[in-house]
């Protein structure tokens, strides 16, 4: 069994800053992947960045500059540093990793999200 665990969003006003981690844990064979996707009220869910075991990143442009994802192989976790916050940047922040096991092949796996929410 695998589990992602977020903590680390809460209550920022405009221009503050947060950084939430993401834990995977549980019988992982190999740890691929891991991203940061959101969710805002009444949209979908879309990309905020993702990095590779080796460290190589990918944001989506309109987050380039102001969040920076990194994460810590050792501990099998990612976290997103998010400045210069926005009221915009209000969303729930889903956690993903694609994550083989010793039973099944690399698939995605989804943290239970955190809520970020800026205020004006």
């Known amino acids: 069994q695998v589990q992602l665990r977020e903590s680390g969003g809460g209550l920022v006003q405009t221009g503050g800053s947060l950084r939430p981690s993401c834990a995977a844990s549980?019988?992982?064979?190999?740890?691929?992947?891991m991203g940061w996707y959101r969710q805002a009220p009444g949209k979908q869910r879309e990309l905020v960045a993702t990095?590779?075991?080796?460290?190589?990143?990918n944001y989506v442009d309109s987050l380039k500059g102001r969040f920076t994802i990194s994460r810590d192989n050792a501990k099998n976790t990612v976290y997103l540093q998010m400045n210069s916050l926005k009221p915009e940047d209000t969303a729930v922040y889903y956690c993903?990793?694609?994550?083989?096991?010793?039973?099944?092949?690399?698939?995605?796996?989804w943290g239970q999200g955190t809520q970020v929410t800026v205020s004006s």
């Open positions: 549980g019988s992982i064979a190999r740890l691929s992947s």
């Open positions: 993903n990793a694609k994550i083989a096991t010793i039973l099944s092949p690399l698939h995605d796996y």
């Open positions: 990095i590779t075991s080796g460290g190589s990143t």
